[in-house]
């Protein structure tokens, strides 16, 4: 039997205060998912999608009993919010439970139409895009102009069943599956909890030289006595990649977490890295930083 919109939405509540930014307040959260509960999507009359920014495809998703929308406005980093790997990750994931097309139908509204190409075609995402260079879509639904909010699982009609995105938090895509299933999903978070700690909490690169990539290995520890699995890690910024252990750490043993930055521009950065892992503590943040010289 599948969720009901109504349970979905509030359970889906609980997952993302868990994990939400400490700026992200609890009262914003809930006018955010009581405004869009059960709020019908529109979609332009005569969308027209392309693949890499170029080439014009037919692409139908109207008629069915669940889709993802994910719109991306042009406001920050575009590539820090596209992370088109993990889409392409999770677009899988999808297709290999359900036993029933899942359309995803992502809109991105960015300044440049560069920006676009660049990122799907250095990314090798050859999914169907929806380009929206006047911002007419975000014109005609209001989205929250908080990006963790701007991806939504629809049904049949069109109206929001769960809002959240899956590509922040493994939680949420979780979620996504049960309610397209009508199953519990089967995630490593079931794993019997241990706890862990990073040896460090910031991580501070220094002074580097433009275009220059630069790593650092910060240590992730089993402070408990269950063996500990890192199930996905999530970084603010698509400048900023990570090799973590794949390998269950046992207990009072040690993982090296190696994390790299490519410099794209001078200037200070802050960003943050998020472990998500079987620990009560999870997830586990980094923050770094540094200057590009």
């Known amino acids: 039997m599948l969720l009901k919109p109504k349970f979905s939405l509030v359970l889906l509540f609980l997952l993302l205060f868990v994990s939400c930014k400490k700026s992200d307040s609890t009262d914003q959260v809930v006018r955010i998912v009581s405004a869009w509960q059960g709020k019908e999507v529109l ?7 392309t693949i890499y920014g170029q080439d014009t495809v037919s692409y139908n ?14 406001v ?14 999770i677009i899988h994931r999808i297709d290999s439970v359900a036993d029933i097309r899942v359309p995803f139908v992502f809109v991105f509204s960015p300044e440049k139409l560069r920006d676009v190409v660049y990122a799907t075609k250095s990314s090798g995402f050859d999914y169907p895009i929806l380009l929206d260079m006047k911002g007419e879509f975000n014109n005609m639904n209001h989205f929250p102009t908080n ?24 939680k949420t895509l979780d979620l996504f599956q049960s309610i397209i299933t009508g199953q519990e999903a089967e995630s490593e978070t079931k794993a019997s909890l241990t706890t862990a700690e990073l040896d460090i909490s910031q ?5 580097l030289s433009e275009g220059v990539s630069q790593q650092r290995i910060v ?3 089993n402070t408990g006595n269950k063996p500990l699995i890192v199930q996905d890690v999530v970084v603010s910024c698509g400048c900023t990649k990570v ?19 490519d410099p794209d521009k001078k200037g200070g950065f802050h960003k943050t890295v998020t472990l998500y892992c079987n620990a009560k503590q999870s997830p586990l943040k980094l923050s770094i930083s540094g200057r590009v010289v």
């Open 43 to 49: 979609f332009p009359n005569n969308p027209v999608f």
């Open 61 to 74: 998703f109207r008629n069915a009993d669940y889709k993802v929308v994910s719109y991306v406005d042009s």
């Open 76 to 89: 920050g980093c575009l590539s820090c919010k596209l992370q088109l790997d993990k889409w392409t990750n």
């Open 147 to 170: 990006f963790n909010f701007q991806t939504m699982l629809l049904d049949r009609d069109n109206r929001v069943v769960a809002i959240g995105n899956p590509v922040q938090s493994p």
């Open 203 to 207: 991580l501070d690169f220094g002074e």
């Open 219 to 221: 240590n992730l520890k």
């Open 243 to 261: 090799k973590y252990p794949q390998t269950p750490i046992m207990p009072g043993e040690t993982g090296e977490v190696v994390v790299s930055y």
